[in-house]
């Protein structure tokens, strides 16, 4: 029997396999408005429809300012909730669990107007210096996870995952690379793991179903976070009840690594084995025996894809025939499935 296959419960979720598409930015808001189009509705429908376990709805900013372009997704007002909605009820439809990734670009937001980081260092010569958070902007900043996730809620996710990777506003907290903080938000790393503390708190008040974390588990730079930082860091989510380690890697300093099929397993396993907490592993995986076997040998417990649900929003049926396993049709397509 396959694992990929096998139902998977998180925190009272039960998936139906271990398939994850993981968030994807659309950049398909036609207003600046951050609210959900046609081309969301369609496309996360089309995924679920292919029968993925869980959709991570892409990087959903919990304030206007903490968007990485002006067309991303927004979950910072009440607004929001109707279309979002609108989402979760045809992935249920279609039998797919929904979570949503709530984020804050930090330093890397390209949106007009003032843009905010533990520090003032900008990401690049292509960037706008940040301003460094006064205490009240981190207590804003707090306030809009927990509406965020409050807002999740009511249009009916059944998972959150909160953005601690890819060199956006968290991952500017945890990394000595952005964050030179000498309050108690900077430092060491008990420190520099106060703003992600919070945040899990914050969400915490109003969200009591699975919780998920993405960190960047790599900063590909000698002077950032080691691995066992992030053991360390991992082992404080588990502590305050994050269920899920979701392990990504870099975004913090400019790419300087080409990726390779499964590159960031290891990460994976290593804060698995270290943490002794469920991850999910990610990067370049993309057939079902790779998928199968990251199972097998226990480096993650869930899997997820990201471009290859591009390539092929049916990639549960490709990968189930890859692994000779039968899986049911949705009933529209039982005569070509
Ligand atoms: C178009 C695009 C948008 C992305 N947007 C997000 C995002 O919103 N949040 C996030 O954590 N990662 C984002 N990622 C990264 C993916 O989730 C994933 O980690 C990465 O693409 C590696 O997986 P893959 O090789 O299966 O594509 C994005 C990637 C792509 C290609």
Redesign the pocket.
């Known amino acids: 029997m396959s694992l990929l296959f096998e139902p998977y419960t998180l925190q009272g979720m039960t998936l139906k396999n271990r398939i994850v598409m993981?968030?994807?930015?659309?950049?398909s808001c036609e207003d600046r408005d951050g609210r959900v189009t046609n081309w969301h509705r369609t496309h996360y429908t089309a995924r679920a429809v292919g029968q993925v376990g869980l959709i991570?709805v892409?990087?959903?900013a919990v304030t206007p300012q903490g968007r990485?372009s002006e067309q991303?997704l927004g979950i910072w007002s009440d607004e929001h909730v109707d279309g979002l909605r609108e989402i979760t009820n045809m992935m249920h439809a279609y039998g797919a669990k929904a979570a949503i990734?709530i984020?804050h670009a930090g330093r890397k937001s390209t949106v007009e107007g003032p843009i905010i980081a533990p520090s003032a260092i900008a990401f690049d010569d292509s960037y706008r210096l940040p301003e460094a958070m006064t205490t009240e902007q981190i207590q804003e900043t707090l306030f809009a996870f927990r509406e965020g996730a409050r807002r999740a809620k009511e249009a009916g996710f059944d998972c959150i995952?909160i953005?601690g990777?890819?060199g956006?506003l968290i991952n500017e907290f945890l990394s000595p690379l952005t964050n030179k903080r000498e309050d108690e938000y900077g430092g060491d790393r008990d420190n520099r793991y106060r703003f992600l503390e919070e945040t899990i708190l914050a969400v915490k008040e109003v969200w009591a179903g699975p919780l998920m974390v993405?960190i960047s588990a790599n900063e590909y730079h000698a002077d950032g976070n080691t691995l066992d930082d992030f053991i360390y860091y991992s082992q404080r989510m588990k502590e305050q009840g994050v269920d899920l380690v979701?392990c990504?890697s870099g975004g913090v300093v400019p790419a300087s690594i080409q990726?390779y099929p499964g590159y960031?397993v290891p990460l994976a396993e290593a804060i698995r084995r270290g943490a002794d907490v469920p991850t999910g592993a990610?990067?370049?995986?993309?057939s079902g025996v790779q998928a199968e076997e990251i199972l097998r040998k226990e480096q993650a417990d869930l899997v997820?894809?990201?471009?290859?649900?591009?390539r092929d929003p049916y990639w549960p049926r490709t990968a189930a025939k890859e692994l000779g396993v039968e899986i049911e049709a949705p009933k529209q397509y039982s005569r070509g499935w």
Not at 304 to 310: G, H, P, S, V
């Open positions: 993981a968030p994807m930015c659309m950049y991570i892409e990087a959903s990485i991303d990734q984020a995952e953005h990777a890819h956006y993405r979701d990504s990726p960031q990610v990067g370049l995986i993309t997820l894809l990201a471009r290859e649900f591009l």
